[in-house]
């Protein structure tokens, strides 16, 4: 497997992500540890795991999760070409959370031991990573109001907007489709519903021409409209820094 070199980076001519200047290009270089592939259904990282590697998505999705005693499990959210992983372990010293590869992926691994020479050489990209921790809090809020304001249809309307939207941003979209690998379980355990729940409030956006789910793939045609049965805008996702 070849290694993509930062100055090449994919993610970088998306508009969804700052513009890098050449000295954090490079610095990103030295900062980067190598690459790792991992098939669909393996852990990236394990709740309670003292990870000595931080990551980027490169390529592929996944979910973050939690998992109960009892065995139960809630996914926390999704994990999406450009979104840094392990984090919590970098900071904390161990995960709260699980996550899980979705898709096939190819991840931007980081060693967990140089984080501290990024606060200290680079206080603009430490900054960056406090950015996201920010949005992560933010979109858990947003996820927290969703389960507490928001009956099923907008939920599930809500939650497919912003998945919808966020593939978009990162280049996966094409005719109004977007690449939608997750089990209807992995969006039921994330909105707090049941699977039955789930499948039938699909089937009446998919019958009112809002949004369809058939075969790892998502059709969003109306936007706008989605976004009105979820108490929601169709704004496009707001710039965000690439580790």
């Known amino acids: 497997m070849s290694k993509v070199d930062c100055t090449r980076c994919p993610l970088r001519r998306r508009s969804l992500f700052d513009e890098m200047s ?3 290009v490079e610095f990103m270089r030295g900062f980067k540890a190598g690459e790792l592939q991992i098939s669909a259904g393996s852990t990236i990282v394990m709740e309670g795991a003292n990870s000595p590697q931080l990551f980027t998505v490169l390529e592929g999705m996944g979910t973050r999760y939690k998992t109960l005693e009892n065995g139960r499990r809630q996914v926390v959210n999704f994990v999406f070409p450009g979104d840094f992983i392990g984090l919590q372990a970098g900071l904390m010293g161990e995960m709260k959370h699980s996550a899980m590869a979705a898709t096939e992926m190819k991840l931007c691994a980081f060693n967990r031991d140089e984080l501290w020479r990024l606060f200290r050489n680079h206080p603009d990209r430490a900054y960056d990573l406090t950015w996201m921790s920010a949005v992560e809090e933010h979109f858990l809020g947003e996820t927290l109001l969703t389960l507490g304001q928001r009956d099923a249809e907008q939920r599930i309307a ?3 907007l912003r998945i919808f939207q966020r593939l978009q941003a990162v280049g996966l979209e094409k005719d109004s489709v977007v690449p939608m690998p997750f089990r209807q379980q992995d969006l039921a355990d994330s909105l707090g519903l049941s699977l039955v729940h789930t499948n039938k409030t699909l089937a009446r956006l998919r019958q009112r021409g809002l949004a369809r789910w058939t075969e790892g793939s998502l059709k969003v ?7 009105k049965v979820g108490l929601t805008d169709a704004d496009k ?6 580790i």
């Open 221 to 227: 045609a109306k936007p706008d409209a989605l976004a």
């Open 158 to 160: 809500w939650a497919l």
């Open 237 to 242: 996702p707001e710039r965000r820094p690439l």
């Open 22 to 24: 050449e000295t954090e």
